[in-house]
């Protein structure tokens, strides 16, 4: 049966009154994520005077640099509903190809970025194609390519450090250079890359099939999109941020270290879901992602200053996840 004209008119009305909900549910889950990097400001700052200056938040910009990026890049493959548990281990084979570039094989620098970038993309795309086409859970799926990339990276590194000084001495100027005085390179690059993110996610076709994607697969493929095609195209786009991410660490240290990695994939995840992404997809913003970026940066950081012990960090971080994933949970169960 068809619908009346008054009928189309009261759906269409349901339909702005859901939009405009989303909308200020966004907002909220937004403003409470920045209220809470407020409250973590202001909490380090009092309690020890060495937090609130500009030589520390200038470190703390340059540790969310690295969580930043490869947060935007898992930002995408959550809204699907995915997960992607490669991205530390993956990160750190994308800095220890880069060297191996540069460093063991004498290539220009910029062939090494692309090489160290190519990597991760190359990552992201196996991740994508054993998810679609073998139906591997994402979770399965990416926690192989965790140890894969762990394995590779120690094992072509010789389980040695590269380092970049004496091959390519400006190497390190990818992030620790000042375009803009006062502010690392490294944090420009995150900045820039959270614009694209953003133009990706809000005004264009691979945004708006990763959020129809998340919100119900099926009923998308119904619809006529080749869901697989572009759930590849997310984890490949998450890749190469991935890769990004490793050319940025190796540039920060100046150079590359085969053992590092582990456990950058729990920070960078905790960044998406306590920025108001839902694990079980379907919303997220680039914004949020961000600012809980932030949060996880300035948590980490105000922990060290007030010399917490390593032991004990790990713990309120974990709880921190664990709030951030029940608090997303509870979301669901509400509507929120």
Same mark, same amino acid.
């Given at each position: 049966?068809?619908?009346?004209?008054?009928?189309?008119?009261?759906?269409?009305?349901?339909?702005?009154?859901?939009?405009?909900?989303?909308?200020?549910?966004?907002?909220?889950? &937004?403003? *409470? @994520?920045?209220?809470?990097?407020? =409250?973590?400001?202001?909490? #380090? $700052?009092? +309690?020890?005077?060495? !937090?609130?200056?500009?030589?520390?938040?200038?470190?703390?910009?340059?540790?969310?640099?690295?969580?930043?990026?490869?947060?935007?890049?898992?930002?995408?493959?959550?809204?699907?509903?995915?997960?992607?548990?490669?991205?530390?281990?993956?990160?750190?084979?994308?800095?220890?190809?880069?060297?191996?570039?540069?460093?063991?094989?004498?290539?220009?620098?910029?062939?090494?970025?692309?090489?160290?970038?190519?990597?991760?993309?190359?990552?992201?795309?196996?991740?994508?194609?054993?998810?679609?086409?073998?139906?591997?859970?994402?979770?399965?799926?990416?926690?192989?390519?965790?140890?894969?990339? &762990?394995? *590779? @990276?120690?094992?072509?590194?010789? =389980?040695?450090?590269?380092? #970049? $000084?004496? +091959?390519?001495?400006? !190497?390190?100027?990818?992030?620790?250079?000042?375009?803009?005085?006062?502010?690392?390179?490294?944090?420009?690059?995150?900045?820039?890359?959270?614009?694209?993110?953003?133009?990706?996610?809000?005004?264009?076709?691979?945004?708006?099939?990763?959020?129809?994607?998340?919100?119900?697969?099926?009923?998308?493929?119904?619809?006529?999109?080749?869901?697989?095609?572009?759930?590849?195209?997310?984890?490949?786009?998450?890749?190469?941020?991935?890769?990004?991410?490793?050319?940025?660490?190796?540039?920060?240290?100046?150079?590359?270290?085969?053992?590092?990695?582990?456990?950058?994939?729990?920070?960078?995840?905790?960044?998406?879901?306590?920025?108001?992404?839902?694990?079980?997809?379907?919303?997220? $913003?680039?914004?949020?992602?961000?600012?809980?970026?932030?949060?996880?940066?300035?948590?980490?950081?105000?922990?060290?200053?007030?010399?917490?012990?390593?032991?004990?960090?790990?713990?309120?971080?974990?709880?921190?996840?664990?709030?951030?994933?029940?608090?997303?949970?509870?979301?669901?169960?509400?509507?929120?």
């Amino acid at each position: 049966m068809n619908a009346t004209p008054a009928t189309q008119q009261v759906e269409k009305a349901d339909e702005q009154k859901l939009g405009a909900g989303a909308f200020w549910r966004k907002q909220l889950q &937004q403003s *409470l @994520a920045f209220g809470t990097l407020v =409250v973590l400001i202001l909490f #380090f $700052s009092l +309690a020890s005077g060495n !937090f609130f200056t500009w030589s520390n938040i200038s470190g703390i910009l340059l540790a969310t640099a690295v969580i930043g990026i490869l947060a935007l890049g898992t930002t995408f493959v959550i809204i699907t509903g995915g997960i992607d548990l490669s991205l530390g281990t993956g990160m750190t084979l994308a800095a220890v190809m880069t060297g191996i570039f540069v460093v063991n094989m004498g290539l220009p620098v910029w062939i090494g970025v692309i090489g160290g970038v190519s990597t991760g993309a190359l990552m992201g795309l196996v991740n994508g194609l054993n998810i679609t086409f073998l139906r591997l859970p994402p979770f399965i799926a990416t926690l192989a390519m965790m140890m894969i990339a &762990q394995g *590779l @990276a120690l094992v072509i590194s010789g =389980v040695r450090p590269i380092y #970049f $000084s004496t +091959a390519a001495p400006d !190497f390190k100027n990818i992030a620790l250079g000042t375009l803009v005085p006062g502010l690392p390179n490294a944090v420009l690059i995150m900045f820039v890359l959270a614009i694209v993110a953003y133009f990706l996610l809000s005004k264009t076709i691979v945004g708006r099939f990763t959020f129809a994607i998340g919100s119900n697969e099926e009923a998308t493929r119904l619809s006529g999109v080749n869901t697989r095609r572009w759930k590849i195209i997310v984890y490949t786009l998450s890749g190469v941020f991935t890769g990004i991410a490793g050319v940025v660490i190796a540039a920060r240290l100046d150079s590359a270290q085969p053992q590092l990695g582990v456990g950058y994939e729990l920070q960078a995840i905790a960044a998406v879901i306590i920025g108001g992404t839902s694990l079980l997809g379907g919303r997220g $913003s680039i914004l949020g992602t961000v600012i809980g970026a932030l949060i996880m940066s300035v948590l980490i950081n105000g922990l060290r200053i007030m010399s917490i012990q390593t032991e004990w960090q790990n713990v309120v971080v974990g709880v921190v996840i664990l709030i951030a994933v029940f608090a997303d949970s509870l979301r669901s169960r509400k509507g929120i």
